[in-house]
């Protein structure tokens, strides 16, 4: 996790990595490594013999896609990345961590949320119109109902169009499996802790780590999570969030809805975009 004592994470992350862990179980045991058809398909003796040459290409192809896709950062998302990074090493140092829940107050480290919260109060003092994200999705018949909470920063551009930069704390803790082969864990363990990067940049590391989950899962003969999926991953980051400034509302960091883009389709901001602060609260003009 991205802070010392846990300050990030919070106790609702290690829960939920527990029970994630636990339904990976369930399956791995539910499918057990004499069965595959859990694979996706019939495997025959010759796919089994020329299955070890396919499986290395595929893992060097993800390890350089993966290289290539974290390698593509702009001047601007360098400088939100190098003041995130100080203000975690800020929230670190905090004596008392950082939390300012009444019902966490005894809880080491403190929680989730108030680390998001503190993360966009100090980008916001360094001048970024940046805001905590809450995003939540229906079920559909490929993936679980879910929400997810992070920060981002709305960055405008010399064209006069906006850009926004997706920062998540945990980012490599969202990709970790339990039943992970070597090849997958490999891949995890080049993920940066702190992600900072624009919808395209993620969207590239999503597929290729949704893609890599899918073949760990096929080597080991276990079901595909639904959790696991890349609509799933997407939907935590690039679907339509909640965007609330730190400080606004309530403790609990209600706000409301602002569209910024979905998983299906990048944000578009008007070129006269209009940005207003209604008592902390942004209100982005969108198409």
Known sequence: MVVGGEAAAGSEMSLSNMVLGFYEEAERERCPADGGVAAGGDDSDDEGSSGGGESKAFWQEQRAQLH?????TSAAESRIQADTEDAVRQMRAAAGGVCSCASRAAAAGGCRGCALRFVAERLRDAGY????CR???SRTPDIPSGEHTYVDVVVPTRSGKAVRVVIELNFRAEFEMARGGAEYKALVA???EVFV???EKLRSVVRVMCAAAKQCARE???????WRKQRYMEAKWLGTPERVAPGAGDAAGAAAAVAVGSPEK???FRASMLTLDFGGRTAVEVV
């Open 190 to 192: 080049a993920l940066p």
């Open 68 to 72: 290539d896709a974290l390698a593509k």
């Open 129 to 132: 119109n940046s805001a905590v």
């Open 135 to 137: 995003s939540k999705w």
């Open 220 to 226: 080991n003969n276990m079901h595909m999570a639904p």
């Open 197 to 199: 990067g624009r919808s």
């Open 266 to 268: 990048q944000p578009k």
